[in-house]
């Protein structure tokens, strides 16, 4: 990388092993444009929040982690299923907890440029989940970005079952779609 690089954090709301939205973010990745780079960031292993493990222990080595390679990012990309027309409740436990400690809203996410993607095999995409996603992100004085959508649906049929986005039209939709998102973020810069 480079020191003109532009680097985002992306982060998939899926913990499933064969996760469509977690291949997503692995094809978004794949596709960066040369200037900028998407590190994967992992949610894995951040509990459920819980403000008595808190008080007693702080926040988790994986919280803190994450909050700083978020901070340090010069934008998010959130990956996100829909579960039952809304958000996941995995993703949201995550974003929760990157939220804690004394400035950390601040200092991890404030100002800081997002977009938002998701993928499902129904048939509407994650419309719902990513309109659910604004007022978290408004909460945070985060600048969501409102470029293409990528809402897709039906994924069983653009990706392989090794997890690799098969569809040339979504492959160059998506390609689009993060140089977009990346120009964006160099103009504010």
Known sequence: MTASMTRIVGISGSLRQGSFNSALLRAAAELAPDN????????????????????????????????????????????????????????????????????????????????????????????????????????FRMRPWFGQPITLSRVHELFDGSGSLTDDATRERLAACIGEFVASIERAG
């Open 36 to 139: 900028a780079h998407i590190e994967i960031g992992a949610i894995a292993d951040i509990p459920l929040y819980d403000g008595d493990l808190e008080d007693e222990s702080g926040r988790p080595a994986a919280v803190t982690r994450l909050q700083d390679r978020i901070a340090a990012a010069d934008g998010l990309l959130i990956v996100t299923p829909e579960y039952n027309g809304s958000i996941p409740g995995v993703l949201k436990n995550a974003i929760d907890w990157l939220s804690r400690g004394d400035g950390e809203v601040a200092r991890v996410f404030g100002g800081k440029p997002v977009a938002l993607m998701g993928a499902t095999p129904g048939g509407l995409g994650t419309v719902y989940a990513q309109q659910a996603w604004l007022p978290v992100l408004r909460a």
